[in-house]
């Protein structure tokens, strides 16, 4: 019943569809065997276990449910005994163990972890640990927590967490991974070792920190059980308060915290005129405060007040309209006054605001990239003003140096340049209109009718028809495998395209004698997908029909060729030199 080298590490009975039986955890399986039985019926590897879980403790039966990696397998047993949870915990804690110290194997390249214990309880109804759909992927705190117990260290670099992510964003790339690291076809490091640019894009990405909105921050107050109104400031409200109110910044900066705490002193913000000025109307019923009033005043009179006009010194004149004004006062042109900011009524009264926006709006911008300008040298520089408008073709053409080529006899250079003409003139004596005539009878006497259409016999035509349309019905491919194949099956097919392909090319990378360990493990898995996992997926398709398989020969067919193309040159390639060791006996005499 059991394979040569097993050995039980636990033992429970429990039920399994209704059926009493015994589950047993060994070193190399998980099975369950029914009572009175000679064999298992529920035979999982350690390495096809991809997570289990548990129900809530206290419930009437005390499951536990086991998923593989197959794509909807998954089986629940139910302990029976009188001390059933206390199985199952021991079941638990054991399996995780496997689950763990696999996943720290594969992420290490193949090194196992130097110890190992037992798992913690975790609360009812939620996964225990998972492998999800493949291996690396991201774990969670409760696994991070179980690692550092084990002497797994406090948790990953950099790289492996950048590691972790992609393989949870992507799933082919989960699924490849999967397939080739946890098939131990190649290492976690030759896996990765050409693809440091997704690990490069993928940190930039996190790295790159956000830009701060330019939205006007509204401020919501949170209403309690008791109906109290609470407003909640962060170090980004803050700033962004500071930002857009100078004169809240300045009586910060003044009053905070030598002379306010902090609390006390959005406190009186939160009741101050200034806060409620624009709110239902209830800035006049507000209590007068020294602090905030006064930065009331300063702030409606930055916004009353017209901007300061910007120095143009740093301008680059290439956009500066202000250096075409005298070109519009000698044309009697004058700006057009309509245009002009408060006017009208109606501009007067938005102006406040929209200046009030785009002062936000420039601290904003000026906090984000700071405050550059170009230095005078650049923004002065004629020289590549000169460059921007002049134009070359305007320019008078200056004549250049060079020597002149003074041909005495023109007809004789051009005749010996066109070749020998003397073959192509008409001989003299001869008529023109005489070769014409003598062209136009060997023309005709050959039969063919330059003034009717030229047909084709129909036995010609139909030979080419059938001739086409054998062609064409060659050259046609039959239906793509995803619209013959089960869905099942065509991910299978797909996954094992990608693998095979992925150690091709590892194969062809691997050619060097300094990589002749690495080009011999090639070879091995090239031989295994060809001889196991080819094989099992033609007889599958060939078990649906002809249409079937041929759809999933036409998808295997690029990858069989590659396979055996590099198993050929393989063979044809010389057999590195092997090392005899001679031994040495000496005789004590």
């Known amino acids: 019943m059991w394979e040569t080298g097993e050995t039980i590490t636990l033992q429970a009975p429990a039920l399994f569809r209704k059926k009493t039986g015994t589950i047993y955890l060994m070193n190399r399986r998980l099975a369950w065997v029914p009572q009175s039985g000679l064999a298992p019926t529920v035979s999982i590897k350690h390495d096809d276990i991809k997570s289990l879980f548990v129900n809530a403790a206290g419930s009437e039966k005390v499951i536990l449910k086991i998923v593989e990696i197959k794509p909807d397998t998954n089986h629940n047993f139910i302990f029976s005994s009188e001390s059933a949870s206390e199985d199952r915990e021991k079941f638990k804690a054991g399996i995780t163990s496997i689950l763990s110290l696999r996943q720290q194997r594969a992420l290490n390249g193949g090194a196992t972890p130097s110890s190992s214990g037992a798992a913690p309880s975790y609360g009812g109804g939620s996964p225990v640990i998972s492998d999800t759909s493949a291996p690396g992927t991201p774990k969670t705190q409760a696994q991070a927590k179980l690692g550092a117990r084990r002497g797994l260290g406090t948790g990953p670099s950099q790289e492996l967490k950048t590691r972790l992510a992609l393989l949870k964003q992507n799933k082919e790339l989960a699924g490849l991974h999967r397939d080739l690291v946890m098939g131990k076809h190649v290492s976690e490091e030759e896996f990765w070792e050409n693809r440091k640019h997704l690990i490069e894009n993928k940190s930039a990405m996190d790295h790159q920190q956000k830009g701060q909105s330019s939205a006007w921050l509204d401020l919501k107050p949170e209403t309690g059980e008791s109906n109290d109104v609470?407003?909640?400031?962060?170090?980004?409200?803050?700033?962004?308060?500071?930002?857009?109110?100078?004169?809240?910044?300045?009586?910060?900066?003044?009053?905070?915290?030598?002379?306010?705490?902090?609390?006390?002193?959005?406190?009186?913000?939160?009741?101050?005129?200034?806060?409620?000025?624009?709110?239902?109307?209830?800035?006049?019923?507000?209590?007068?405060?020294?602090?905030?009033?006064?930065a009331l005043e300063e702030d409606e009179e930055e916004t009353k007040s017209a901007p300061k006009r910007i120095k143009l010194d740093h301008i680059n004149k290439l956009v500066d309209l202000s250096t075409t004004e005298e070109d519009h006062l000698e044309s009697y042109t004058s700006p057009e006054s309509t245009m002009a900011a408060g006017r009208t009524k109606e501009s007067k009264e938005a102006m406040p605001l929209i200046r009030r926006f785009n002062r936000y709006a420039q601290r904003v911008l000026n906090s984000t990239v700071g405050l550059k300008k170009p230095s005078k040298g650049d923004a002065l520089d004629m020289n590549g003003v000169e460059r921007a408008i002049v134009l070359e073709d305007l320019q008078e053409q200056q004549e250049s140096l060079r020597i002149v080529l003074d041909i005495q006899d023109t007809r004789r250079y051009f005749e010996s340049q066109g070749g020998d003409v003397r073959s192509s003139k008409i001989q003299e004596g001869q008529d023109p209109s005489t070769i014409l005539l003598q062209f136009y009878n060997e023309f005709t006497s050959q039969g063919v009718e330059l003034n009717k259409p030229f047909s084709i016999p129909d036995t010609t035509f139909d030979t080419l028809m059938k001739n086409v349309k054998a062609n064409r019905a060659k050259m046609s491919p039959p239906k793509d495998g995803s619209q013959v194949l089960p869905a099942q099956l065509y991910q299978e097919a797909l996954s094992c395209h990608s693998a095979g392909n992925e150690i091709l090319r590892h194969f062809w990378a691997s050619t060097g004698l300094d990589k002749a360990v690495k080009h011999q493990r090639m070879i091995e898995s090239l031989k295994k997908i060809r001889d196991?996992?080819?094989?099992?997926?033609?007889?599958?398709?060939?078990?649906?029909?002809?249409?079937?398989?041929?759809?999933?020969?036409?998808?295997?067919?690029?990858?069989?060729?590659?396979?055996?193309?590099?198993?050929?040159?393989?063979?044809?390639?010389?057999?590195?030199?092997v090392k005899k060791v001679v031994q040495l006996a000496t005789t004590i005499a």
């Open 230 to 294: 609470k407003y909640v400031m962060t170090p980004q409200v803050i700033h962004s308060v500071c930002q857009q109110y100078p004169s809240i910044k300045r009586a910060y900066d003044a009053y905070v915290p030598d002379k306010l705490s902090e609390a006390e002193f959005w406190k009186r913000y939160f009741q101050s005129r200034f806060f409620h000025r624009s709110r239902s109307g209830r800035g006049a019923n507000e209590p007068d405060d020294d602090i905030f009033d006064k």
């Open 532 to 577: 196991e996992n080819v094989k099992s997926l033609l007889i599958q398709a060939s078990s649906l029909g002809t249409e079937s398989l041929n759809a999933m020969k036409m998808m295997l067919k690029p990858m069989q060729n590659g396979i055996q193309k590099a198993l050929k040159h393989a063979e044809s390639r010389p057999k590195p030199p």
